[in-house]
């Protein structure tokens, strides 16, 4: 029996996206459809919105467009499309979206 490829183990696991809000640095950083670059933000561990993830166009950080949960994960969807699953009492919801078509608006 060889033996696994701990650098290669090592990498599959920097990949793999973990729940909000604890692994948000790993979700997937992209790009929509129509060229707009979205990034995700952790909003603090204080206050009405904390351990929230939002997501946000590059130019407008302060206008979210999605907002995640504890143990919510974000995956890509090919070609442009935004994938999310979270937990839905003993079920897992998924829902996939169009980032292009997400509209702004306050968190608070």
């Not at 707009?36 to 603090?44: C, M, P």
Request: hydrophobic residues 40%; neutral net charge; contains cysteine.
């Amino acid at each position: 029996m060889s033996s696994p490829n701990l650098t290669g183990l090592r990498q599959q696991l920097e990949r793999t996206v973990g729940p909000a809000p604890w692994y948000w640095k790993t979700f997937p950083a992209f790009q929509s459809l129509a060229g707009q670059r979205f990034f995700w933000t952790h909003n603090g561990d204080q206050g009405p919105v904390a351990y929230v993830i939002s997501l946000a166009l590059e130019q407008e950080p302060e206008k979210p467009r999605l907002a995640l949960n504890t143990y919510c994960r974000p995956f890509l969807v090919p070609p442009h499309y935004l994938g999310i699953w979270c937990p839905e009492g003993r079920s897992i919801r998924v829902a996939c979206f169009d980032p292009d078509q997400l509209k702004a608006f306050d968190l608070a």
